[in-house]
């Protein structure tokens, strides 16, 4: 696959920032805005350990990679895999320096326990849309290891799944060539957020009702 205008893409790993807080997203990958807390430092470390490029397991019929570098025209997006898990298989594709056809499966390291949204699965099924493009090969189902429960959460890809990712996609490239940031709205997550303070959410509240007020302190 090749490479043209990659340098024009965006980060892949960015599009879990986009799901879980748009602004957040602008802020780090428009206005290259960064800092760490405790949560980023840990997230860091955790990936440290996994991102090893030249080392590579191998168990019976399966072998691991880990830091593998795809991208995906279709989206626009360049990446790097903490790991792909290869199980040899006739209906899979041929990988260099390796007999036979294998089936990847990519296994995605995360902090934490399983979320109740959908900005880690987001993520997640945007690599599977980049590794199939990488290797021209189908894959319909991706794992998440949480460091907080120390086991495999199965995630399967569903077209719904695959048309969010494309228009969250398109809509990504769109303010990036604009150059526009969103507006920033608080919410219960902010607190955990690094940005904070440079966001500074806008506090919101609920419109008082003019009658109930007359009610409750003139009558």
């Given at each position: 696959?090749?490479?043209?205008?990659?340098?024009?893409?965006?980060?892949?790993?960015?599009?879990?920032?986009?799901?879980?807080?748009?602004?957040?997203?602008?802020?780090?990958?428009?206005?290259?805005?960064?800092?760490?807390?405790?949560?980023t430092v840990s997230g860091?470390?955790?990936?440290?350990?996994?991102?090893?490029?030249?080392?590579?397991?191998?168990?019976?019929?399966?072998?691991?990679?880990?830091?593998?570098?795809?991208?995906?025209?279709?989206?626009?997006?360049?990446?790097?895999?903490?790991?792909?898990?290869?199980?040899?298989?006739?209906?899979?594709?041929?990988?260099?320096?390796?007999?036979?056809?294998?089936?990847?499966?990519?296994?995605?390291?995360?902090?934490?326990?399983?979320?109740?949204?959908?900005?880690?699965?987001?993520?997640?099924?945007?690599?599977?849309?980049?590794?199939?493009?990488?290797?021209?090969?189908?894959?319909?189902?991706?794992?998440?290891?949480?460091?907080?429960?120390?086991?495999?959460?199965?995630?399967?890809?569903?077209?719904?799944?695959r048309n969010k990712v494309?228009?969250?996609?398109?809509?990504?490239?769109?303010?990036?060539?604009?150059?526009?940031?969103?507006?920033?709205?608080?919410?219960?997550?902010?607190?955990?957020?690094?940005?904070?303070?440079?966001?500074?959410p806008r506090v919101t509240?609920?419109?008082?009702?003019?009658?109930?007020?007359?009610?409750?302190?003139?009558?």
């Open positions: 696959m090749g490479t043209e205008n990659a340098d024009d893409y965006l980060m892949l790993s960015g599009i879990q920032h986009d799901f879980f807080c748009k602004r957040q997203w602008a802020l780090i990958h428009i206005e290259q805005y960064w800092k760490e807390n405790e949560l860091n470390i955790l990936h440290k350990k996994v991102d090893q490029p030249f080392l590579k397991e191998r168990r019976g019929n399966k072998f691991f990679s880990r830091a593998i570098p795809v991208i995906s025209h279709k989206l626009k997006f360049v990446g790097k895999l903490d790991m792909v898990e290869f199980h040899k298989d006739k209906n899979g594709v041929e990988i260099n320096g390796e007999k036979g056809c294998w089936k990847p499966i990519i296994i995605e390291y995360k902090n934490g326990k399983p979320k109740i949204y959908d900005y880690d699965r987001m993520q997640l099924v945007a690599e599977v849309i980049a590794l199939e493009e990488t290797l021209k090969v189908d894959i319909d189902k991706a794992y998440f290891f949480y460091n907080d429960i120390k086991r495999r959460e199965e995630v399967i890809v569903t077209d719904d799944d494309l228009e969250a996609s398109k809509e990504m490239m769109k303010h990036f060539n604009l150059g526009s940031t969103f507006e920033g709205e608080s919410h219960k997550n902010c607190s955990k957020c690094s940005l904070i303070e440079y966001c500074m509240k609920k419109k008082k009702n003019i009658d109930n007020y007359l009610e409750r302190f003139l009558l």
